[in-house]
């Protein structure tokens, strides 16, 4: 190890460059770290639309949001092409993943309910859930944003950046 001066701070420098990490170790723990990320606010039923926000925020950076959107197909027919087999694969071994991280973030009562469903599926059946819940929260979103106004002697960009807040919760 060698020791590089950066004005304040001092770096230790590995003797010798390290390779990139490619093996299925990196892609655990970056499974882990979303299973840590989304299991602080676990999902109880009044928290469906932050919950689900979190979830596709965390697929999105694992290439893994469509399996939300799109239902598993049949299995491919034995004459299928390798490529087409492949394809279903990947695309059941992703939603088994997300759903098992779906179900890691839920609290003992819904993993319950959902345990032998796939990702899309139980994504169908949580909607459907809290449905009417998210429809409230909309609405009160909706009344909240239409009635803030801008408070005498604040900054525009607060004012801004509150109504930017409504908005983005409404999406």
């Not at 596709?56 to 949001?65: M, P, S, T, V």
């Not at 598993?72 to 993943?97: F, M, N, Y």
Request: proline share 4%.
């Amino acid at each position: 190890m060698g020791r590089v001066s950066r004005g304040f701070f001092v770096v230790d420098l590995p003797s010798k460059p390290m390779a990139p990490n490619t093996n299925e170790n990196s892609n655990s723990a970056t499974n882990i770290s979303l299973v840590q990320l989304l299991s602080k606010d676990k999902l109880t039923g009044s928290n469906y639309l932050d919950w689900m926000r979190s979830l596709r925020i965390a697929l999105r950076y694992d290439k893994k949001e469509c399996v939300l959107d799109t239902a598993l197909p049949e299995a491919p027919a034995d004459d299928a092409t390798r490529a087409v087999r492949d394809a279903w694969q990947k695309h059941k071994d992703q939603s088994d993943e997300v759903a098992c991280l779906m179900l890691a973030t839920m609290v003992p009562e819904l993993q319950k309910s959902f345990e032998t469903a796939g990702a899309f599926d139980m994504a169908d059946l949580l909607k459907e859930m809290f449905q009417e819940q998210a429809r409230q929260e909309r609405y009160d979103t909706m009344i909240a944003l239409l009635d803030y106004k801008q408070q005498e002697g604040t900054a525009v960009s607060a004012h801004m950046l509150k109504m930017k807040a409504y908005v983005d919760r409404l999406e």
